[in-house]
């Protein structure tokens, strides 16, 4: 067994020890079995001497326990690293981000505590998963959806503080968005609720947001505060239907009114669902056993990523296929959706050669066969469906062993994904790369694109040192750009970090002095994005 | 076909006992492993379409094994404990807050309930 860094055998004999007396003997874990068992299984360093590990794991199973094991650890200045599911695999599993820190594993914690059907809201502990909310609505047959991202084996107050996103409307896709209070035990052991939560007797802590004063919530999401014990969401009424509408676009740079005109209709809200774009010419995004590009085609999108695209627009219209291609997604009344999508029609026909697929309109509740059938994520129905992604198939005899997400925020416009695309294509040349022939960006997130570009982990030390060195200086070139990454593993969090760096890093120079205040000891998730304890700064610079 | 038969099996069990006014005695090792299974494993493992495990399971056996890991009949406990602790590829290993010891060799006998004695 490991011992934290700067913690005595002795002191940490009796951490553990208390931590014993809190959790009881089978949740404390010390045995480098169970302790391998907290490994992140897509350490981008795994089996080198730079992987993540923790010295120990604790499970406590209630919210006073997690109090003792905080005030033990306080007390003896072992580092502690709390986990929800742990299961933010590809942005970081269940391994401290500081070698030697005990994981304080929250995942028995699992009660839903409650689902509200009249006011639509849920109020968790950190060990429910997407699927256990979604079980637990359905066996209760309460009209609510929840939004879940991929994979849904997640935790729902996890991904919320991770800031993670999901796939159906607006309001519930961003998941930290539409969170509603939360409960926090604080470094010292002491507990805070955020928001009408901090009125003993409140009647509304799950019903409005903000409360009274600083709404100080977002400083415990992708952050190393306290250790967030229940937290409230808001969720959507299963809605009387969902519709989708596809236009097609001829030409390569009618995507910048394409998007334009998207813009307008989802601020405006007249579609909700996350729209999706695709290139029928380029064939784009591909599917997980697609087989590779034609050289042909190959050379046609280089050009066109450097802004010559007239060949590739013949290309397209020899074989009669769309530029583009975008699907708006709409929930609602039925009446109303296909309003909505004539409407939108209307608005997209300003471009020139458009055209347009109606989609099937679809009355919800889904049948059981129903549910089979259709993109489950937009439908609130938790699924493993994105582990195809690396894993053994046709087209790929050699499975990875996980992947890393580069996942830069780019602006909403059609110029912005050329130069993204031209930015990003130019570095795969000069850095040898690993860069798609061209990103499609996604819509996860209002008045913004996201860029997702999936890495290989594999077990090869080698291979995974080029991929890391491609992901940073993936990184550096975006930022030099004005794209920020909105979210990553543990591996890479300090050098994003960096490039939030606006008046000589104000902003982590900030979150440091709240660190040292609300954390004084630095137990707290050391180096979780970024933010590290006083004690350990001047080792890390 | 061996799941849907043996989950029919076991409601029918379930259902006898309570019709009989008689309160539901606890899950057999059996069912306990299925419930695992179905909680843990079915949404890569099960025979459903897109389930990505079973659908690796088919491109490495090529029809020569079944790519469900409930329709396997050669899969020992020992097996099952080694890639649930240990993953392989893109599936990660489960962690004992998750599937506890008493719940894998639960979960193991079931897998390894089609082994030839």
Redesign the interface.
């Given at each position: 067994m490991k011992t934290p860094p700067g913690v005595s055998a002795t002191d940490f004999a009796a951490a553990l020890g208390q931590f014993e007396a809190a959790v009881g003997k089978e949740w404390l874990f010390t045995s480098d079995e169970d302790v391998a068992l907290y490994r992140d299984a897509y350490s981008p360093f795994w089996g080198e001497p730079e992987e993540r590990a923790a010295s120990a794991a604790v499970a406590p199973g209630s919210v006073e326990q997690v109090q003792a094991v905080v005030r033990a650890a306080n007390r003896y200045r072992v580092p502690l690293y709390p986990i929800s599911t742990g299961r933010n695999l590809g942005y970081g599993g269940s391994a401290p981000n500081y070698s030697g820190s005990v994981v304080l594993d929250l995942k028995r914690m699992n009660r839903v505590l409650e689902v509200n059907e009249r006011s639509a809201y849920a109020l968790v502990e950190p060990g429910v998963s997407y699927f256990d909310l979604y079980r637990h609505i359905q066996e209760k047959g309460i009209k609510l959806m929840v939004d879940v991202p991929d994979p849904g084996w997640g935790g729902v107050l996890g991904n919320a503080l991770d800031r993670g996103g999901g796939y159906t409307t607006h309001q519930f896709r961003n998941h930290f968005d539409s969170h509603c209070g939360m409960e926090i035990v604080l470094a010292d052991g002491e507990i805070l609720r955020t928001g009408m939560g901090a009125m003993p007797g409140s009647k509304t802590w799950q019903q409005y947001k903000t409360g009274y004063g600083p709404w100080v919530d977002g400083i415990f999401s992708q952050s190393n505060f306290g250790v967030v014990t229940k937290m409230g969401l808001w969720l959507m009424p299963e809605p009387d239907a969902y519709m989708t509408g596809t236009v097609l676009v001829p030409r390569h740079d009618d995507l910048i009114p394409l998007i334009d005109i998207l813009n307008y209709l989802e601020s405006g809200r007249v579609c909700q669902g996350i729209s999706e774009l695709s290139s029928p010419v380029m064939g784009l995004p591909a599917a997980d056993d697609a087989p590779p590009l034609s050289a042909e085609l190959a050379a046609l999108i280089a050009k066109a990523v450097e802004r010559d695209t007239r060949a590739l627009d013949d290309y397209a219209a020899r074989k009669g296929k769309a530029a583009w291609s975008c699907t708006l997604k709409f929930y609602g009344p039925a009446k109303a959706l296909q309003a909505q999508w004539e409407y939108a029609k209307d608005k997209f026909a300003q471009i020139r050669g458009a055209t347009f697929v109606d989609g099937a309109l679809i009355k919800l509740p889904l049948s059981a066969e129903q549910k089979e059938k259709v993109h489950k994520v937009e439908f609130g129905i938790p699924n493993l469906s994105i582990f195809s992604f690396g894993a053994r198939n046709a087209n790929n005899p050699t499975p990875t062993n996980g992947h890393q997400w580069f996942s830069p925020i780019i602006p909403r416009s059609g110029e912005e994904v050329f130069e993204a695309n031209r930015v990003f294509a130019r570095a795969g040349r000069e850095y040898g790369l690993p860069v798609p022939p061209f990103s499609i960006p996604f819509c996860f997130w209002e008045r913004s694109f996201l860029f997702l570009f999936g890495f290989p982990v594999t077990h090869d030390v080698e291979k995974n040192k080029k991929t890391r060195a491609a992901f940073a200086q993936l990184v550096r070139i975006a930022a030099d750009q004005g794209w920020g990454e909105y979210r990553t593993a543990p591996a890479y969090q300090d050098l994003i970090m960096s490039t939030y760096s606006f008046n000589n890093h104000a902003l982590l120079r900030f979150l440091e002095r709240l660190k040292d205040a609300v954390d004084p000891n630095g137990i707290l998730s050391a180096g979780r994005y970024g933010i590290w304890p006083q004690h350990l700064r001047g080792a890390r610079q | 076909m061996t799941r849907v038969v043996l989950t029919t099996s076991i409601a029918v069990a379930v259902g006898a006992v309570v019709s009989l006014g008689v309160r539901a005695a606890d899950p057999t090792p059996m069912q306990q492993g299925h419930a695992v299974f179905n909680?843990w494993c079915a949404?890569?493992h099960s025979n459903?379409?897109?389930?990505?495990?079973t659908?690796?399971l088919e491109?490495?056996y090529q029809g020569s094994k079944p790519a469900a890991l409930e329709e396997r009949t050669d899969l020992t406990p020992e097996t099952v404990k080694q890639f649930v602790?240990n993953?392989v590829?893109?599936?990660?290993?489960?962690?004992?807050?998750?599937i506890s010891d008493a719940e894998l060799d639960a979960l193991a006998a079931y897998l390894a309930r089609n082994l030839p004695e």
């Open positions: - | 909680k949404p890569c459903a379409p897109g389930n990505p495990g659908a690796a491109a490495l602790r993953g590829s893109i599936m990660p290993f489960f962690r004992k807050t998750e």
